[in-house]
């Protein structure tokens, strides 16, 4: 059997499909009484509903026939037995065993998760509780989390969609991950070092955002309290390092560890949480376990065809490979989720945006789409224009909150009304009005036929949160498999990011040998603004 998606049998039949779906309108299919029973799946807290999908039953059997020829039921089991899922590097991805409870996880690695969680609780819980004392003797009252990429996005998400804003909270949690001087001078403004913790995460320890900041932190630590020798009151790291975390003064007994086989963007459940666990305490963070370790053993134990995180990324390869949608939409309807565009920017873009399959050869179909979004309403007043009539094609999700979790209902019903109406204006659209002037007609005409698929909470707690990026890691997954690429590198980022030390050598004065005409010529300008 071929390694490429597009010799499979069951590619070629979507290819046929889709150009009989393109003769179908999206509201035709909508007008089916039985179609939301048939195409949305309850799973836990969560209801997934692909009814809005530009989709038949033909379309449904052929994208489960395609995950089948591409052996997905092989590949989950080897994903969550310990596999090397990681080819390229050699590696196991066993993130789902973090969350997995004891007897439940491949038996290596068992004992090291709970010791890790164990310790990484213990210090959360001294913290909350007040028994965590800094130099002073007083508790700490501020957190600051230093990371970037998976070391950051899913923390920074869990503690804003989770504990509120800093006002509410007993502790107070800040995020710092660019580089950018203004974003350090910000993030410690106002903040007493003497009750003030810092976590430092990142794996190998010598990412250049993260040592910048947490170098940044311990200068800053030093010179207010003069005391280099209390880090081990105020900086906690989190690591794969463990010598260069101790060369920066943090001493290995406040080490937690980062596993080799846990990617960075899928470390929110290990002790890179430490932050959530914090903000939001032991027990639910526990419960942010238990969510998506709810949604793994749906993704492991449901055939394909009601396996509601294999069918998300089955639709997304049906809009993006076969109707040719470029770009994914995702539009959460709830302040607390407005971080997750960003958050799944990294998780499906940084995982699926490869051009290489696993087996070496050049992917000649196309793989990850571009992914962004926006917070609801406001993306409304914004870019919902281009949604309605503008000539890109592009699917989307609508992630939504049944229950408000404050007290203003009228104002929760309206956002809900504006979810749930937007999706049916996508889908249904408006033909161009038979009165009013003849002139504007066209104008006022929306043709719909845009394909969104609805996911809606219960309510947001750690469970429900947990099981809804569990479901998103398990859409990857999928379409990495029918894909056939490495989900769990990152190969592309590493240039841009050794060509910053050539340039930054240039903009401080040094030669510019080996820089494009372009970027020599920017430097220049640079330095003739700064001299």
């Not at 989390?145 to 969609?161: K, Q």
């Not at 962004?372 to 949604?387: P, S, V």
């Not at 009165?435 to 698929?453: D, K, Q, S, Y």
Request: hydrophobic share 45%; proline share 5%.
């Amino acid at each position: 059997m071929s390694d490429r998606p597009d010799a499979r049998e069951s590619w070629k039949r979507l290819g046929v499909l889709a150009t009989e779906t393109v003769r179908t309108h999206l509201r035709d299919l909508g007008n089916d009484p039985a179609r939301f029973a048939s195409m949305s799946l309850r799973v836990g807290p969560l209801l997934i509903d692909f009814s809005r999908q530009r989709a038949n039953a033909d379309v449904v059997s052929a994208l489960v026939a395609l995950a089948q020829e591409s052996r997905l039921e092989a590949a989950v089991e080897g994903l969550f037995d310990g596999g090397e899922a990681n080819r390229t590097e050699g590696r196991s991805a066993l993130h789902t065993a973090v969350r997995a409870p004891l007897d439940e996880r491949p038996q290596r690695v068992a004992t090291e998760i709970e010791t890790a969680r164990g310790r990484m609780l213990d210090i959360a819980e001294r913290v909350r509780r007040g028994r965590w004392l800094g130099v002073s003797g007083l508790p700490i009252r501020h957190v600051v989390h230093i990371g970037i990429g998976g070391s950051h996005l899913g923390p920074e998400l869990a503690v804003h969609a989770l504990a509120g804003p800093p006002a509410s909270s007993r502790i107070d949690v800040r995020f710092l991950a660019n580089v950018d001087g203004r974003a350090a001078v910000d993030t410690f403004r106002g903040l007493d070092p003497e009750r003030t913790l810092v976590i430092v995460a990142s794996k190998s320890f010598d990412t250049l955002e993260t040592l910048a900041n947490a170098r940044h932190a311990r200068s800053w630590f030093i010179e207010r309290t003069g005391r280099a020798d209390a880090m081990d009151r105020h900086f906690v790291a989190v690591t794969g390092n463990a010598g260069a975390a101790s060369e920066l003064g943090i001493p290995p007994g406040n080490h937690l560890p980062m596993w080799d086989w846990v990617g960075g963007r899928f470390s929110l459940w290990s002790s890179v949480g430490l932050s959530v666990a914090i903000a939001i305490g032991a027990a639910r963070f526990a419960e942010l376990l238990a969510g998506a370790h709810a949604m793994d053993r749906h993704f492991r134990g449901t055939r394909i065809e009601r396996n509601a995180a294999a069918l998300f990324g089955l639709f997304g390869i049906w809009n993006s490979n076969f109707l040719g949608a470029g770009t994914h939409a995702v539009l959460p309807y709830d302040r607390r989720l407005a971080g997750l565009p960003g958050y799944l920017q990294q998780l499906e873009m940084e995982s699926n945006g490869k051009s290489v399959r696993i087996d070496g050869e050049r992917s000649q179909t196309h793989t990850a789409p571009v992914v962004w979004g926006g917070e609801e309403t406001n993306g409304q007043h914004a870019f919902h224009q281009l949604l309605h009539q503008g000539t890109r094609s592009f699917s989307a999700d609508l992630v939504a909150v049944a229950a408000p979790g404050h007290d203003l209902a009228e104002r929760h019903r309206w956002l809900l009304a504006n979810c749930l109406g937007q999706g049916s204006a996508l889908l249904r659209g408006r033909d161009a009005p038979a009165h009013g002037p003849r002139a504007l007609a066209p104008h006022r005409a929306v043709p719909g036929n845009r394909a969104t698929t609805t996911v809606l909470l219960d309510a947001l707690t750690p469970a429900s949160l947990g099981a809804l990026l569990a479901l998103y890691e398990h859409k990857v997954f999928t379409q990495a498999t029918v894909w056939g690429i490495n989900p769990f590198d990152q190969w592309g980022v590493e240039l841009g990011k050794q060509l910053a030390h050539d340039v930054f050598g240039a903009l401080g004065g040094g030669p510019a040998r080996g820089l494009d005409a372009a970027t020599a010529g920017l430097v220049a300008e640079v330095r003739k603004s700064t001299s």
